[in-house]
T-cell receptor, first 113, second 114 residues
Framework: GDSVTQMEGPVTLSEEAFLTINCTYTATGYPSLFWYVQYPGEGLQLLLKATKADDKGSNKGFEATYRKETTSFHLEKGSVQVSDSAVYFCALRGGTGGFKTIFGAGTRLFVKA | EAGVVQSPRYKIIEKKQPVAFWCNPISGHNTLYWYLQNLGQGPELLIRYENEEAVDDSQLPKDRFSAERLKGVDSTLKIQPAELGDSAVYLC????????????FGQGTRLTVV
């Protein structure tokens, strides 16, 4: 079945450092790909999405490119802030799972001032 | 516009007791989801509703879990009886339709079974 694998955390960075969180997926068909973020004490929020190969999703300085050839959707940000500290989830929807969103295990990010 | 509202936020119960969670989706959203999130893991779908019909409940443990969505709006998820292993966060989400790709999540209900 479909699955999402993302790098284990926690990831600890200093403010203004470059961030990469790796995400790879396994799916048949042409799924849509997402990054969700969960801030402490809050629900999941959609951060960005891409619906087809080579699409780049971007929001709040974060970006990710849908790479079908490497089945990847890595999250990047050029300069992180303390307020970016959260758990980030990579997810897919629309492969063999149909309308079910399949999530990775999440990667916790800590940003130090 | 109000988001997805869930209650209660936290619940502590003894094992073998029943428990219920409530979800009010975003107005106009036809599709409603219940997800289970264990500690350190991503959410996993329990059940999906299209209006009042449960169209995907394949992951719902039907021996102890039940759900309903009367009138195609609010939904409740029930566990009876609860077991220690049910301790987790229960998330509700909604979207305009199943085809619409963006789902909006509530804050979740954190259940602790002691």
């Amino acid at each position: 079945g479909d699955s999402v694998t993302q790098m284990e955390g926690p990831v600890t960075l200093s403010e203004e450092a470059f961030l990469t969180i790796n995400c790879t997926y396994t799916a048949t068909g042409y799924p849509s790909l997402f990054w969700y973020v969960q801030y402490p004490g809050e629900g999941l929020q959609l951060l960005l999405k891409a619906t087809k190969a080579d699409d780049k999703g971007s929001n709040k300085g974060f970006e990710a490119t849908y790479r079908k050839e490497t089945t990847s959707f890595h999250l990047e940000k050029g300069s992180v802030q303390v307020s970016d500290s959260a758990v980030y989830f990579c997810a897919l929807r629309g492969g063999t799972g149909g309308f079910k969103t399949i999530f990775g295990a999440g990667t916790r990010l800590f940003v130090k001032a | 516009e109000a988001g997805v509202v869930q209650s209660p936020r936290y619940k502590i119960i003894e094992k073998k007791q029943p428990v219920a969670f409530w979800c009010n989706p975003i107005s106009g959203h036809n599709t409603l989801y219940w997800y289970l999130q264990n500690l350190g893991q991503g959410p996993e779908l329990l059940i999906r509703y299209e209006n009042e019909e449960a169209v995907d409940d394949s992951q719902l443990p039907k021996d102890r879990f039940s759900a309903e969505r009367l009138k195609g709006v609010d939904s409740t998820l029930k566990i009876q009886p609860a077991e220690l292993g049910d301790s987790a966060v229960y998330l509700c989400a909604s979207s305009l339709s199943a085809e619409n790709t963006e789902a909006f999540f509530g804050q979740g209900t954190r259940l602790t079974v002691v």
